[in-house]
């Protein structure tokens, strides 16, 4: 008897301490975000310290924290290195209970922390790796990608200067994932439009000179030289194409990937008339000027937002909603994950928009031209709409997916 009533009691309060542990859990609200980007080097304007900034206006406009959430945002700079980039990550994940790691530009870098991040079963909020890989053929649970993919340029720009006559294209490209993956869908999409590679050559990425890259491609004689690269490497190329005349000799440079610090550094003399894809600009609309005056109050030199930096505040404001959604961190990433993919994306930045089953966010696409020198008409005034590719043509179609979450 003794024995048995010891049982009971021993039953009782082991099921007392398993229903005070389910609320404790439940009530988790604390999050840790890990911004790894290039805090020093060629892709800094463009992500950097002011992706911090981004995020952290998301922390704040989510309003979580002033319902009893503790939020950290940490950042680190992976340097461009895969293998520096993904140490930083297992630290961060293994030692300082990183919940999500943000922003990532630099492809090799997304797609090795991915990995890690599907192995840990944490969250990857991808803005700034352009590769459509991360939603294709290395797709997990754990990653979404919001801003922008290398389809999206492809089916952007290659194919409005494929279609306006530029049927013949060399790629002078940067020599990693993402250069790789830009020209590969570049290329497809420029002979499904009747037009012809003629050749192309890789550039290590980061490269001062690019002499030796634009005369071969000044040499091929296409009609279009397709510039599969970004940041401070297409500043640099284009620099150097007007110095060897490249455009007054005929030929036409596709800037497959610039964004708004590119222009701002190359100035409207030097950047006027090319033709390029972004899903976002600051002066869209009413609620993008409020947004990115807000932004530029904040950032390291009062700079306007980048598209990926725009992408981030979106990513990480849906990421909260999802975790409020849940009522409290599950601590589980492929949770967050589902979750955000069950809610619907709506902000004041991209509009509203489906999370798909391969992590893609539906959003449009727009076709810009930088305005001439005597066009602007003030500070940041640099771009003029030329077309809008809607959010299904600007995605990969779910049918044509490599993403082995998708249902065929």
């Known amino acids: 008897m003794t024995n048995r009533i010891a049982r ?21 609200k604390t999050v840790k975000i890990g911004v790894l980007n290039d805090m020093s080097s060629l892709y800094a304007d463009i992500g950097g310290p002011n ?9 704040e406009d989510s309003g979580l924290t002033k319902k009893g959430w503790k939020i950290d945002v940490i950042s680190g700079d992976h340097q461009n290195k895969p293998d520096v ?39 990857l909020l991808n803005s700034g790796a352009a590769t459509a890989d991360l939603t ?12 922008y ?16 006559g530029g049927d013949s294209w060399f790629f002078l490209t940067a020599d990693y994932a993402f250069g790789h993956a830009l020209e590969r869908d570049t290329s497809a999409v420029v002979t499904a439009n009747g037009g012809k590679v003629l050749g192309g ?16 491609a000044q040499a091929s004689k296409a009609k279009v030289i397709g510039l599969a690269n970004a940041g401070g490497d297409t500043t640099n190329s284009i620099k150097q194409a ?8 005929g030929q036409k440079l596709a800037a497959l990937l610039l964004f708004i610090n590119d222009v701002h550094a190359l100035g409207l003399k030097t950047a006027q008339g090319l033709t390029f894809t972004e899903s976002f600009y600051w002066d869209m609309n009413d609620a993008t000027r409020a947004w990115s005056k807000r932004f530029s109050a904040l950032a390291t030199k009062g700079q306007m937002p ?27 990433g492929a949770k967050v994950v589902a979750k955000m993919k069950e809610l619907p994306t709506d902000d004041t930045l991209f509009g509203k928009g489906p999370l798909r089953a391969d992590g893609r966010r539906l959003i449009p696409a727009y076709l810009f031209e930088v305005k001439k020198p005597d066009e602007s008409k003030g500070p940041w005034d640099y771009y003029k709409q030329i077309a809008t590719i809607s959010a299904e043509d600007a995605a990969k179609p779910l049918e044509a997916s490599e993403c082995p979450l998708v249902k065929k």
């Open 8 to 28: 009971r009691f021993a039953a009782s309060v082991a099921l007392a301490a398993l229903g005070l542990a389910t609320p404790a859990l439940a009530q988790d």
């Open 51 to 59: 992706s911090v900034v981004a995020i952290k206006m998301a922390v």
């Open 85 to 123: 980039g993904v140490n930083i990550a297992r630290q961060w994940i293994d030692n300082d209970k990183v919940d999500a790691i943000a922003d990532t530009p630099n492809s090799g870098v997304a797609l090795a922390v991915n990995n890690l991040v599907k192995e840990k079963n944490k969250v």
């Open 136 to 147: 294709g053929k290395a797709c997990t649970p754990n990653t979404v990608s919001f801003t």
């Open 149 to 164: 993919d290398t389809y999206m340029l492809a089916n952007g720009t290659g194919k409005a200067l494929t279609k306006a």
């Open 201 to 216: 050559v890789k550039a290590p990425i980061n490269t001062a000179d690019f002499s030796s890259f634009l005369l071969q």
């Open 242 to 249: 007007a110095e060897f005349g490249i455009v007054a000799g």
């Open 306 to 332: 980048s598209m990926t930096q725009a992408g981030n505040y979106a990513m990480v404001l849906h990421y909260l909603k999802a975790m409020e959604a849940l009522g409290g961190n599950p601590n589980d």
